[in-house]
C-alpha cells in the first residue's frame, strides 16, 4: 500500500527547494512547471519558467517539431524524462536517478541525470523534478578513461619491447654472419634473407612500441586490439 503523497503549499515548497544546490522544478498534470528554485532558472538561463512545458524550459530540440509542442512530436514518444514524469503523476511512483541523453537547442547533446518524486500541492497531484547536467563530468570522465587505458599501453608494450630486443638483435647478428659465409647454396641464402627481413620487421615493430602516444584500436575478430600504427601516429606519415 502507497504511502500518502505529502502536501505542501507553494509558498512552503519554494523556501525548500531554493535551499537545495541542484536545479528543483514543480511539474503539475499538463507537464507545465508550477514552480521552480532559482538553479533551476540558471540551469535554464530563463527567468520566468511558470506555465511552460518542460520540453520547451530546458529547449529540447523535440518541442519545436510539432505544432503542439513540447510531448508531441515522433522523438517524444522514447523521451525519458517525459515518460518518468507522466509515470510519476499517474501512478505516484517514484524515479530516483535516471540518465538521459538530450539534444537541447544552443547547447547540443547534453548527459542529464533526473529524480521525479510525487506530492500533493493545493490538492492536485504534482511532480518534483530534479535535475542535474553530467556532461562535462562524463567528458572529464573519458578523458581520464583514456588516460588510463594510455597508460595501461604503455606499461604492457613497454614491457614488450624490452623483453623483445634482445633475441631480436642476437638472430639479426647471426643472419648477417651466416649470409657472409662463403659457399653457401643459393636456396639457403634465400631463406636467410627473408629471415633476416622478418626480424628487421619485428625491431622497427618493437621500436614502434616504444613511441606510442595515445590509445587506438582497430578490430580484431569480435574484440578489438591497439591499432600500433594510429598509436604512434605513423599511419598519416607519407611511406609508412
Not at 9 to 20: E, P, R, S
Request: proline fraction near 3%.
Amino acid at each position: 500500500m502507497s504511502k500518502p503523497l505529502v502536501e505542501y503549499t507553494k509558498k512552503g515548497l519554494l523556501v525548500i527547494i531554493n535551499a537545495l544546490p541542484m536545479a528543483i522544478l514543480v511539474i503539475d498534470q499538463d507537464r507545465s512547471v508550477l514552480i521552480s528554485n532559482q538553479n533551476a532558472k540558471i540551469f535554464t538561463n530563463k527567468k520566468q519558467l511558470k506555465g511552460r512545458a518542460s520540453g520547451e524550459v530546458f529547449d529540447c530540440i523535440n518541442h519545436k517539431k510539432n505544432a503542439n509542442g513540447c510531448g508531441f512530436s515522433r522523438g517524444c514518444v522514447d523521451c525519458k524524462l517525459k515518460n518518468a514524469i507522466e509515470t510519476t503523476l499517474a501512478q505516484g511512483r517514484p524515479k530516483f536517478m535516471v540518465e538521459t541523453q538530450k539534444t537541447l537547442i544552443g547547447k547540443g547533446k547534453r548527459d542529464l541525470r533526473f529524480s521525479t518524486t510525487p506530492l500533493k500541492l493545493g490538492g492536485k497531484s504534482a511532480v518534483l523534478l530534479s535535475i542535474e547536467d553530467l556532461t562535462e563530468k562524463k567528458a572529464h570522465d573519458r578523458v581520464w578513461v583514456e588516460k588510463e587505458k594510455l597508460t595501461t599501453a604503455l606499461e604492457t608494450t613497454g614491457g614488450i619491447a624490452h623483453e623483445f630486443s634482445q633475441p631480436i638483435q642476437v638472430i639479426m647478428g647471426y643472419c648477417e654472419i651466416l649470409l657472409d659465409q662463403r659457399g653457401m647454396d643459393e636456396k639457403t641464402a634465400t631463406a636467410l634473407a627473408s629471415i633476416q627481413k622478418e626480424v628487421d620487421k619485428l625491431a622497427r615493430l618493437t621500436h614502434d612500441l616504444t613511441n606510442i602516444t595515445r590509445y587506438e584500436t582497430k578490430p580484431y575478430l569480435k574484440s578489438k586490439i591497439i591499432d600500433i600504427k594510429k598509436s604512434t601516429g605513423k599511419e598519416s606519415l607519407p611511406g609508412q
